[in-house]
């Protein structure tokens, strides 16, 4: 039974990983087919790639939709998520559902009534038009996550801060944003994930302006090439040193 | 009184960005698509009305119609795959991995997740192609003689497919499992279960809840996903959003697409409806 | 906090383009976005060239009901497709004694496609043939003379489509004996019996990229609807790759290139036009990344290498261009029919 666990692991990470090895392995191929044989070790592709002005373009996009969009759903999620913890409205379980329902939405969907809206609007594409259905779909994540975190202790120091005369800014900022960072900086580090990683959405509502997804894609539409394999180890090198980072951060701090 | 007044104002007002978002971007335009599903083109003219013929055609015309079967048939097998091979990983992290191993280990189990997820299923074309890793390997073993057809298939979508759902479900599940009290076990076998009934009777029971809230996310990522199907599917057979893209990007036919997409959502509602009993969407 | 601010307007103030530099937005196909074809007429002129794909022209049509007048300067289309643009308002006249028409195949100016009552909309810049492309070496090429063979069984499972249905439907209409300009929508019935045993013996349709990568890899051994298109871009790669024009016919594509109606930079968008019909602009098309093919212009061929034009058989043109036939040219119903016709083909 034991050895069968560890089996079973070995198998899972053995899947788990294959494709990714398979990418790295042949962003090094020496010939212009990322498949076997292997030719040759080389580095031109990534050379190829660092030099590419447009992808260059597409990441810096992507990172400013990626944290511009976070850090507006977060700010909005975390406003909401407060008032509908503490203050009894009416209509709140309503009010809730529609927060969280962009969330059991596909993506697609949500970039097509976008597009049909901007379309009828008059609105031209643009990066902005593509981050502003990132924040509907990191809104839902935020406002949850921090709904989630909200628990009697913060409502009891947020009530002591009120009756010692803080105004309700003063509370936010001084008392719950603080009482609330770890699920703060959770739910904006899953936030920028998701955009940084997200197609569909930045696809269907952008023009020119194009974030990482999108240019791979297109890489990959004008062909099978080692480069693009180059470029998906650089975002997974990247990616893996920001999330060993977080862990580090968030995670091995004392308690 | 009036304080609980102030209170609500100030309520609303801290609640009225986030709302007003969702109202804007969200709710009207899903109303703008279902409004623009009941219209029809004439030409290339889109002509407002209340037609039903988009829907009708989604449920009558058979390439219209088996676009929705496949998404249907595909995303259920992806989902069941899934958990079955995503709830052993899990339950391995959380029970034979020594406790101060485990983060690392969940950790690594889900550190492809980071990769670009167009990136991934372009590698997984690379490993299935006739040319790729897997049949080059078994060919060199002598374990087939001719390259067997794994790309461009229903199966290469659906091990894409699963590649990154074991990642996502088991996260899900293995949250469950570790706040599961292992008291819960020793009661069954102390009252005489066997092991056999200990996991069917109270440790599966207990994390429904993780394998549920996990499959409903596998659920609607996967039947509203474009990419896999495009990239590793090789236009075999079409999938709702591929027919949904196909409709809007090749013929220009907007209103059959929102219609379309109206059929997907109300999919992903009947399955919402089928789990919400389990469902923890705001405890992921 | 002000510094976060602060941090956040300099990132707004950064991601607005700035204005100073001219832009020329076209809407075009991919063999356009080369930058070996764009980058010198950008430091020519000292302007940015904004390159949007798009896939066939119902879609490249929608796109531009959607835009607001000014969005789009340039537009690439289908030769055959130009009236349609014409009528639909789309293109705007261009001057015929300024483009270089003299100089092109006889055949390839096509002033039947790109001149709507007299005016002159659009010129063609690039053709080559929708055919057979196949693994020489894999396959018998005598067989790939005759359509049959490829619904015959032998070569089940190594086949592949190309994913166009206007060049596709042709071709099986050819194998049936109808012309393409002869498809209607009362005839379209005959060719779905074919078209979907040419799909049951196939095993993938697939795009421009995606048809030279399986072609290139071996995933299939024939690419019906392939050409030099597909084949050319490969030829260093795999020189077994090859093309041919069956005993029943293929068909020849040519894409033309148009100033949008309403630019707000018409001399731009000329000169751009312009740019891509003078044998510089012809040389670099013609072996664009994307895809190659021949150039309208016979001048270019002063500048491409003796190897590029043995690849683009550059001395066959004569015999192929009488025996090719062009694109069908469907009306608004039959299109639909078409397109429903080959959406059910995809989801057989």
């Known amino acids: 039974m034991r050895v069968l666990s560890w089996l079973y692991l070995a198998l899972a990470y053995a899947f788990v990983f294959l494709p990714i090895a398979v990418l790295v392995a042949f962003s090094f191929q020496d010939g212009r087919l990322p498949v076997p044989p292997f030719k040759g070790f080389s580095l031109q592709w990534y050379d190829k790639v660092l030099g590419d002005s447009a992808l260059m373009t597409a990441l810096w996009h992507s990172a400013l939709v990626a944290f511009v969009s976070s850090a507006l759903a977060l700010v909005m999620g975390f406003l909401a998520a407060h008032a509908l913890a503490r203050v009894r409205l009416p209509g709140s379980v309503l009010m809730r559902g529609v927060l969280i329902a962009p969330m059991t939405v596909s993506y697609l969907i949500i970039a097509l009534g976008l597009l049909t809206t901007f379309n009828q609007a008059g609105v031209s594409l643009s990066l902005w038009t593509a981050g502003i259905g990132h924040v509907v779909i990191n809104l839902p994540l935020c406002f949850a996550i921090c709904y989630a975190a909200m628990g009697d202790q913060q409502k009891n120091a947020e009530r002591a801060a009120r009756d010692l005369g803080a105004s309700e800014a003063r509370v936010l900022w001084l008392i719950s944003a603080p009482m609330l960072a770890p699920a703060l900086g959770a739910a904006f580090f899953l936030s920028v994930t998701f955009s940084w990683d997200e197609f569909i959405i930045t696809f269907l509502l952008t023009r020119f302006d194009v974030t990482l997804p999108v240019e791979i894609w297109s890489m990959l539409r004008s062909g099978l090439s080692p480069a693009t394999n180059a470029v998906g180890s650089l975002v997974f090198l990247v990616s893996i040193t920001a999330v060993l980072l977080m862990e580090i951060l968030l995670f091995l701090r004392p308690r | 009184m009036t304080l609980q007044r102030a209170e609500r104002r100030l309520g609303w007002g801290l609640a009225a960005p986030a709302l007003l978002w969702t109202l804007a971007f969200f709710v009207l335009p899903f109303l703008a698509m279902v409004v623009l599903s009941f219209a029809h083109m004439e030409g290339r003219q889109v002509v407002q009305g209340l037609d039903p013929g988009n829907y009708i055609r989604a449920f009558t015309d058979w390439s219209q119609l088996n676009a929705l079967i496949n998404s249907v048939e595909i995303t259920l097998t992806v989902t069941v795959i899934s958990v079955v091979l995503a709830w052993p990983l899990a339950a391995i992290i959380a029970w034979r991995v020594p406790p101060r191993f485990q983060r690392l280990a969940l950790l690594l189990a889900v550190l492809p997740f980071w990769t670009s997820y167009v990136v991934r299923s372009y590698s997984w074309l690379l490993v299935l192609g006739k040319n790729g890793v897997i049949n080059q390997a078994l060919m060199g073993l002598g374990v087939i003689a001719e390259p067997l057809a794994l790309a461009s298939t229903r199966s290469a979508t659906v091990i894409g497919f699963v590649h990154f759902f074991v990642m996502l479900l088991t996260l899900t599940i293995y949250a469950n499992l570790i706040q599961l009290s292992p008291n819960y076990a020793r009661a069954a076998q102390d009252l005489g279960a066997g092991r056999w009934a200990t996991f069917r009777h109270v440790i599966l029971p207990l994390t429904l809840p993780g394998v549920v809230t996990g499959a409903f996310l596998t659920f609607v990522l996967c039947i509203g996903d474009y990419i896999t199907p495009q990239i590793l599917g090789g236009n075999n057979e079409l999938t709702l959003p591929q027919l949904i893209m196909l409709q809007m990007g090749r013929s220009g036919n907007f209103p059959m697409a929102s219609a379309l997409s109206v059929v997907l959502m109300a999919v992903v509602t009947l399955a919402y409806a089928g789990c919400s009993r389990w469902l923890r969407l705001d405890r992921i | ?348």
């Open chain 3, 1 to 348: 906090m002000t510094h976060r601010a602060l941090t956040a307007l300099g990132l707004l103030a950064l991601a607005t383009p700035a204005f100073a530099q001219d832009e020329l937005n076209a809407l075009v196909w991919c063999d356009h976005t080369d930058p070996a074809l764009i980058a010198p007429f950008e430091a020519k002129y000292g302007v940015k060239v904004n390159l949007k794909e798009y896939e066939g022209t119902a879609a490249g049509l929608a796109i531009l009901d959607q835009s607001q007048p000014g969005d789009w300067d340039v537009l690439v289309i289908d030769a055959v497709d130009v009236p349609r643009a014409v009528a639909a308002g789309k293109l705007a006249e261009i001057p015929a004694d300024q483009l270089p028409t003299a100089d092109f195949f006889p055949e390839l100016v096509m002033a039947a496609n790109n001149v709507v009552d007299g005016k002159t909309y659009a010129v063609t810049e690039k053709f080559g043939y929708n055919t057979i492309s196949y693994d020489k070496t894999k396959v018998d090429p005598a067989d790939m003379e005759d359509m049959a063979a490829l619904t015959s069984g032998k070569y089940d499972g190594k086949t592949g489509i190309y994913d166009y249905y206007l060049p596709l439907l042709g071709l099986v209409a050819l194998g049936q004996g109808i012309n393409t300009a002869d498809i209607t929508a009362e005839n379209l019935g005959q060719l779905q019996d074919p078209l979907m045993a040419l799909r049951k013996a196939s095993t993938l349709v697939a795009d421009v990229v995606s048809s030279q990568t399986a072609l290139a890899t071996g995933e299939v051994d024939i690419i019906v609807g392939g050409g030099e298109w597909l084949t050319a871009v490969l030829a260093a790669e795999n020189p077994n790759l090859d093309w041919t024009i069956p005993k029943q016919g293929g068909l020849r594509w040519a894409q033309s290139i148009g100033v949008v109606a309403g630019t707000a930079k018409p001399d731009l968008a000329l000169a751009f036009v312009q740019y891509i019909v003078s044998p510089e602009g012809q040389a670099a098309l013609a072996q664009s990344s994307c895809y190659w093919g021949m150039p309208a212009n016979t001048k270019a061929g002063d500048i491409l290498s003796p190897e590029a034009k043995a690849v683009l058989r550059w001395d066959q043109q004569p015999e192929f261009l009488a025996r090719a036939q062009l694109y069908p040219i469907p009306d608004a119903a039959t299109d639909t029919a078409m397109q429903d016709l080959w959406t059910a083909m995809l989801n057989k």
